[in-house]
């Protein structure tokens, strides 16, 4: 972002900060779909990201006197976001994360063998299988490949130890691989 748009943004912050809201409308405008993308990634559904937009920009803006105006505004809200998506989980779904650490290796292995599964597919393709996941390993998935966390961060955020974050990202990537090899399967004889 230029210095000028930085510049409009941090007024437009600002603004919020005094509950102005004009200015609340257009930062939910600026970030709608790059956050409501993120949502996504986490929701059964598009009602279940929506929801969890809602919350998150709630959280946004009653939290905003704490932005300290340095980094990125846009990974300050996004973490807002994952970690809205999250406790929505822990607490209304009843998630549980299972530890398996036996099978973990065996199946790294047999994942990483067979990633090239992933370059026959679109990233709308991909995104759509994703969502399949069951909510724990859509979770640690979405945590850990697409948002960047360590499995240490992970482990803390979900409460579960390290081993149980490795093996549910094991478990999403091989359920994950079961279902584009299923779209590959409908692809071929469609």
Known sequence: MD???????NNIIKQCIKEDR??????YK??????????????KNSDDAQDLLQDGFVKVFSHLKSYDFKGSFEGWIRKIMV?????????NKGIYFVEDDNNFILETARIESADS??????????????????????TVFNMYVIDGYS???ISEQLNISEGTSKSNLSKAKQ??????????KVKQHG
């Open 3 to 9: 210095l000028a748009n930085q510049d409009i943004l």
């Open 22 to 27: 004009k200015a609340q409308k257009e930062l």
């Open 30 to 43: 600026l970030y709608y779909s790059k956050m409501m993308n993120v949502c996504y990634r986490y929701a």
């Open 83 to 91: 970690n809205t998506a999250i406790d929505f989980y822990r607490k």
């Open 117 to 138: 599964i992933y370059s026959n597919f679109g990233v709308d393709e991909i995104m759509h299988s994703i969502q399949q996941l069951s909510p724990v390993y859509k």
């Open 151 to 153: 499995h240490k961060e």
């Open 175 to 184: 359920n994950l691989q079961e279902i584009l090899l299923k779209r590959a």
